[in-house]
């Protein structure tokens, strides 16, 4: 279903979108920047619609919009979410903040309903407001259920930044319905720079190990049928005295060894063991540079770049995030067929 729905999202997602429907979220919403983006919408009738209007002149106020809308939070609501938006309002008072946070605060609250259990919500924002939303957001969804704060790295420092760090970032605020949500591990390609640093000893035909030459690492160039490899740790990050064994004469790491008997004895048959020379030395196990799948994506996004003058996909609206963003974001969190809000 490609379905595109024009007017107040509020309204469309009380109206049109039923509950446990939707598999993931990606929200991008006015960031209370207090900024004008002079891009006007109008209704079929040439009216302009205000909530159109209000989004992206992106400046908000106390009205009685607002205060209609804080009063069905408080009387018509979850007790947890009267309460936090009580506190809120007790604590800034009736300003552009908390008619935003109110306004969003009611969204959210149905954009929680419609998440079916394996559903997960990125909520995208800046500094300017994202503390605020942090907390609207743990009491809609409950802390539990929050899984990340992802910087992402949109721009590069600027020159003008006198009096301040250079603004490069903006932020995703990560939650899921339940445990049950939909997770795909994302990876991005080894950089020239961590292959270098980390993957410089080899393995040759014969099946013996060393360390690459100067000109091997500046070259990239090894013997023909030689693999290269990293090596990693195989100790326990925590105590386990389940798996304090020794094995082959050498003793196990101070908490343990990372995997059973059963699964070391396994590495070893596959020769992806690296024994020490010495007897008080530790086993550690090769990784080979042809297998790995490249880095794990972790919540700092510094690959993926701001939409530039001359890209072909920009569109020309100032608030256009790139396709690759988008990209990550829906598969990590969806599969095929799976349902997108936006």
Known sequence: MNTLYYGDNLNILREYTDSESVDLIYLDPPFNSNRSYNVLFKDERGKEADAQITAFKDTWHWNEAAEQTYRDLVTLGDARVASMISALRESIGTNQMMAYLVMMAARLVELQRVLKPTGSLYLHCDPTASHYLKVVMDA???????????????????????????????????????????????????????????????????????????????????????????????????????????????????????????????????????????????????????????????????????????????????????????????????????????
Do not use: C
């Open 140 to 342: 809609i969804f409950g802390p539990q259920n929050f899984r990340g704060h992802i910087s992402w790295k949109r721009s590069d420092t600027h020159n003008d930044a006198k009096k301040q760090f250079s603004a490069i970032t903006d932020h995703l605020l990560y939650y899921v319905k339940t445990d049950h949500a939909t997770f795909n591990v994302q990876r991005t390609p080894h950089t020239d720079k961590h292959i270098a640093n980390w993957f410089i000893n080899l393995q040759l035909p014969d099946g013996t190990t060393r360390r690459m030459t100067k000109t091997e690492l500046e070259t990239g160039k090894i013997p023909e049928g030689a693999r290269r490899f990293s090596i990693s740790d195989l100790s326990s990050p925590n105590p386990r005295p389940n798996l304090m064994y020794d094995y082959k004469g050498y003793p196990y790491p101070a908490k343990g060894w990372r995997f059973t008997r059963e699964r070391l004895e396994g590495l070893d048959r596959e020769g992806r063991l690296l024994f020490p020379s010495k007897p008080n030395g530790r086993i550690v196990m090769k990784k080979f540079l042809d297998e790995q799948e490249g880095v794990v994506v972790g919540d700092f996004w510094a690959d993926i770049s701001q939409l530039r003058a001359a890209d072909a996909e920009r569109l020309g609206y100032p608030t256009q995030k790139p396709v690759a963003l988008l990209e990550r974001i829906i598969q990590a969190s969806s599969n095929p067929g799976d349902l997108v809000l936006d």
